[in-house]
């Protein structure tokens, strides 16, 4: 009999190495405004202000990268099953464990991508009405995670088959090759993105916002710390997800959106919505132009046996027209 497919609930947290710790819990604590759950020597475990548990882990390390991006599953057989798929289609696993997560499976993905996912974690009380401890502009919880991928269309449908992801929109060309696409297990538009370019990179991890005007404030908050270079695109509305959007550098260039205003995809009939590549409404609604930054820059991602995936060029070259 075919073992059921492993039920993933939703993107749950990330691990940066960064080359200066100080200097990142002053952008993610002291200006973004994050939630210290847990320090250890060498580490901060972050978490926005909704989250029960850490969804942002910073690493000290001599270089900066990622690495691995974690979703939580449904049960302890949600595991087993996905060690037995690394099993039948060869790809590397190990059983690891974190601060708050027991029992974790590490893999790398078809297409490079360091994942993991785990069941158990133990959670806090949420800060979301403690509105005296709020600070900075309100990251309120994890959102989504991009990833950039010679292979969309490959990715996409394997996610797809193997583990329950369903599109909400995509990107093509005239020929039909799929440049870019956003997929979901929750029930929003993704928690998992994945846009062309060499990689596997991670392009950015998201946080949601409560409101507009919570990611302008994020703007004002970097000028008025005298640091308006880590905004790097926005912020402004994607046509794609119908997102208000801020994306901006950390100290070692990872970058992170803001996010808030996309909608629900829960509907049995709900159908992708398809944009062609270079629709000046698909990157942003206004039709603002992309830096070009945004569609070639990213942060490497850790091998699995150590160091990091080296980024392939894939067969789709170039990047849409609309770009600064």
Known sequence: MTAPRPDVIRIAHTVFTVTDLEASRDFYVNLLGMNVLHETPGALYLRGVEDREWTLKLEQSPEAGVRHIAYRVRTDACLDGLAALAEREGLPYRWEEELDRPRMLRMQDPFGV?????????????????????????LQRVDHVNVMTPDVAGMMNWYGRELGFRTSEFTEDEAGRIWAAWIQRRGGVHDLAMTNGAGPRLHHW????????????????LAG????????????RHGISNAFFL??????????????????????DFEPIRWQLNDPRRQTLWGAKTPRSWFEEGSLLEAFGGGWVKPVEGELKGIPAHVI
């Open 225 to 236: 710390a005298r640091q308006p270079e880590r905004i790097e695109r926005g912020p402004g």
């Open 206 to 221: 998201a946080y949601w916002m409560p409101d507009a005007m919570s990611i302008i404030r994020t703007c004002d908050i």
């Open 114 to 138: 360091p994942v993991a996912f785990f069941r158990e974690s133990k959670t806090y009380p949420w800060l979301l009405q403690d509105y005296h401890q709020h600070r900075g502009p309100g």
């Open 247 to 268: 994306y901006i550098r950390d100290p070692d260039g990872h970058r992170i959106e803001l996010y808030t205003s996309d909608y629900i995809t829960v509907d049995p």
